[in-house]
């Protein structure tokens, strides 16, 4: 996945700027995205893949974000945020990604769309991602102590994000 040639498009009340995407796949030619959509994305990975890695990416700014130094490195840096991803499996092979690299045209409504994880849901994500250790976890512990383990689940998240 890479982001290439930035362009500004005018358009009635406001200009904004999109970029081209390439993926991998045949699907992805000739998709634009917005700096909000990658935004989005990256909020979302956030939100639903807590406690793991997320690429950094751009940060927003309201006033001259039009500038062609701005739009630039902006491009550059959105390049090095999918190509990162692109190399994490858990993040490329994500829900997220995939509306991402839809065709959909409103791409923050269709991510708030998915579904809440549950701290069930992240566990059996977490323990497919890390199955040594959590085959350890499960032998130290037993099978039947999952419930332990979700409990220490909910108190982590919470002190990140205390």
Known sequence: MYVKDPELKEGGISSYVVYKFLGSSIATAGLTRRYSEFYSLRETLIKRWKGLYVPGMPPKKAIGNKDKVLIATRCRLLNSFCRRIAKIPYLMNSEEVKIFISNTHDI???????????????????????????????LILGKGKVSNFQNFAKRLLHSIKV
């Open 108 to 138: 923050p409504k269709s991510l708030e769309k998915l579904p809440k994880r549950t701290y069930k849901d992240i566990y059996e994500c977490y323990k497919k991602l890390y199955p040594n250790y959590y085959e350890t976890y499960d």
